[in-house]
């Protein structure tokens, strides 16, 4: 069964606080890794999709990166307006393009 | 590109009355269209998966004859809550996904069933 660990759960960081959120999964044949950002009462917005190890995107103040057993989401100086829950999700060969999504990091950025 | 609307974002109703909700992808097709439900505080919960012109498939646990998915066209879906009760309240929120097997989301539609 496929698996998506986030930690940490909740992030708190000082405006121009760099930090990382973490994505472990355990996908049997990874086909694809998303990264989406989620507004309280609004549906997730997509971010980044990670295809092979050693890949990298950036947007922004955001850089995802993936490796073989996870994602990085990496925020460089972040701003008040970054708050918000990042959630990561998988999807493995097959049909149906089913994806596997985490709980979330609940990121807030203070002034 | 990819944007994807839902209609309604916000519904009121009686307990076992039904209430359809659209999902439509507006400027690209989108051959699968997924419907997911999430609990305050959660993440999402797959409730099922359609492709157009077939039947949806469901996941398990959700119950097919309450949840009613129409896949019509390339760029609808419908969910209808089939009389529903205040524990079908909740966010439902579907998704289209394009050539690149990419989900985008709508904005989602608050449901409460009183």
């Known amino acids: 069964e496929d698996q998506v660990t986030q930690s940490p759960e909740a992030l708190r960081l000082q405006e121009g606080e760099s930090s990382s959120l973490n994505c472990s999964y355990t996908?049997?044949?990874?086909?694809?890794l998303f990264w989406y950002r989620q507004d309280p009462g609004k549906g997730p917005e997509f971010l980044f999709t990670?295809?092979?190890a050693g890949e990298e995107k950036e947007k922004e103040r955001l850089k995802a990166t993936l490796t073989k057993k996870e994602s990085f989401l990496h925020i460089t100086a972040p701003k008040p307006e970054d708050s918000a829950t990042y959630l990561c999700?998988?999807?493995?060969?097959?049909?149906?393009?089913?994806?596997?999504f985490g709980t979330g990091t609940k990121l807030q950025v203070i002034p | 590109g990819a944007v994807v609307s839902q209609h309604p974002s916000r519904v009121i109703c009686k307990s076992g009355t039904s209430v359809k909700i659209e999902c439509r992808s507006l400027?690209?097709?989108?051959?699968?269209m997924f419907w997911y439900r999430q609990f305050p505080k959660q993440s999402l919960m797959l409730m099922a998966t359609?492709?157009?012109?077939?039947?949806?498939?469901?996941e398990q646990g959700v119950e097919k004859d309450k949840f009613l998915i129409n896949h019509a066209s390339l760029t609808l879906s419908t969910l209808t809550v089939t009389s529903a009760h205040p524990e079908d309240s909740s966010f439902y929120i579907c998704?289209?996904?394009?050539?690149?097997?990419?989900?985008?989301f709508g904005p989602g539609t608050r449901l409460l069933v009183l």
């Open positions: 998704s289209a996904s394009d050539s690149k097997e990419t989900q985008y």
């Open positions: 996908v049997s044949g990874l086909r694809g």
């Open positions: 990670l295809y092979s």
């Open positions: 999700a998988v999807q493995a060969p097959g049909g149906y393009q089913k994806v596997t």
């Open positions: 400027d690209f097709q989108a051959t699968t």
């Open positions: 359609s492709n157009e012109g077939s039947k949806a498939t469901y």
